[in-house]
């Protein structure tokens, strides 16, 4: 079925999309806490060393979610700690609920998804959180409602056309940011008993004269979101963010 025959289908069971071009903003930001889960400053010289590397994030996927991200850690493993697990802020108990330290939860809206990663998965002393999060609604919502067929029966998969990037730094250093376009995109392609492909995409090749913006490459990578698609990559540790707008074609 093509992306015509989606969008009338959707007309003829009566959920159109509200428009047939528009974007999902992606946000990636990385903090390190205590135990506890107070908020340290990245520069903070307690943080051990093993702390300070990149962190791998895991987008979309929602079938590899349920396993934990077991085909997200072997595509991009996490390096120098431990990856522990990945929530929804807002489901459930909220991580660290428990502690009056919990300063993290500051930073942290209702849907976003997060990745926890610790110095020693059996006796931690520092957490780090990787946190992707939609700016317009909730990152969590859009792509449980992005399966292939949706449990409504409706066809929820999203077709991409590229997405802008840029990456914010602390002061525009250059130095930071030419780093973090050495880290490739891994795309991954899933079934559903958990078999995968993936291959990769270089963002420096996009980096051209011919940008028409400063600071923002586009990427024509062109896919359709479901649940069986998993786009990863790392995010520097001094990077202060990560922005990936999609282009959605329908």
């Known amino acids: 079925m093509n992306t015509k025959q989606q969008f009338d289908l959707l007309r003829l069971v009566g959920a159109p999309p509200l428009v047939d071009k528009h974007t ?3 946000n990636i930001k990385l903090y390190i806490t205590t135990v506890d889960g107070a908020t340290l400053d990245k520069a903070d010289p307690s943080i051990p060393a093993a702390m300070k590397q990149k962190y791998p994030f895991y987008l ?4 590899d979610k349920q396993g934990g991200f077991r085909v997200g850690n072997r595509v991009n493993p996490a390096v120098g700690c431990d990856y522990i697990f990945t929530y929804v802020n807002g489901m459930g108990v909220p991580f660290l609920s428990f502690s009056g330290l919990n300063f993290i939860q500051n930073n942290l809206q209702l849907g976003d998804m997060v990745h926890i990663f610790a110095d020693d998965k059996f006796n931690p002393n520092f957490f780090a959180f990787v946190v992707v999060a939609n700016t317009s609604a909730s ?5 449980q409602n992005s399966e292939t067929v949706q449990d409504d029966k409706r066809i929820g998969q999203v077709d991409l056309y590229g997405f802008n990037y840029s990456i914010v730094a602390p002061g525009g250093d250059v130095f930071i940011i030419s780093r973090q376009l050495q880290e490739d995109f891994k795309y991954v392609f899933m079934d559903n008993i958990g078999m995968f492909k993936n291959d990769s995409i270089q963002p420096g090749t996009y980096k051209t004269p011919y940008n028409q913006i400063e600071d923002v490459i586009f990427m024509a990578l062109g896919f359709k979101m479901d649940q069986y698609f998993m786009l ?7 990077v202060d963010s990560l922005q990936l707008n999609f282009n959605v074609n329908k």
């Open 24 to 26: 999902i903003p992606v």
């Open 60 to 63: 979309f996927g929602e079938f």
């Open 139 to 143: 990152y969590a919502s859009i792509i």
């Open 232 to 238: 990863s990559s790392y995010i520097d540790y001094e």
